[in-house]
């Protein structure tokens, strides 16, 4: 079967440090997307992990465990926009298994 | 060519109507897919294009739903006798196939569908 986890809500304040946690079991597996989704528009391209690792862009890095079938988004120095869904997608037999996405509130 | 690019953006019908909605993918990409997404979810795979063939349809695509890409460049998302079932977010989305850049989806704005 396939199926992601990952948790509905998460509230952080302006200015600290948020992990968002992505567990997925999917048949075959090519990589793993993170994706930014603010209340009605289409998502965001944030990361894709392939390897085993932490991968860092700016304030946003993302890391995957393939052995354990485990992903985290992790947002530095929090800002008011960040406040969206993050959508945890993994890449395999069919092109994009989405999670339910983790609705973020960032407060001041 | 800046972006995915998707007709209309919102859509209202009446049940038992038929609906068509047009995409618009980043000009190089030959990979093309359609997602629905509802209220606090995130989007479900529908179907998708490498060029003009469909190479993969998911059990969501009911028969009243059908894709085309007829030349490999835009494609169309029919939805015939719609049910208020159907109302949804209908995302398209279109990638590369070179290199990594092959797995990077970027997405249309999407068409909101309401069935009344």
Redesign the interface.
Known sequence: GQNIDQPTEMTATEGAIVQINCTYQTSGFNGLFWYQQHAGEAPTFLSYNVLDGLEEKGRFSSFLSRSKGYSYLLLKELQMKDSASYLCAASGNTPLVFGKGTRLSVIA | DTGVSQDPRHKITKRGQNVTFRCDPISEHN?L?W?RQTL??????LT?FQNEAQL?K?RLLSDRFSAERPKGSFSTLEIQRTEQGDSAMY?CASSSLRG?AA????????TRLTVT
Request: proline residues 9%.
């Open positions: 990979r897919y997602y606090g979810q995130g989007p479900e795979f998708y993969e998911s995302l990594r797995y990077e989806q970027y997405f249309g704005p999407g």
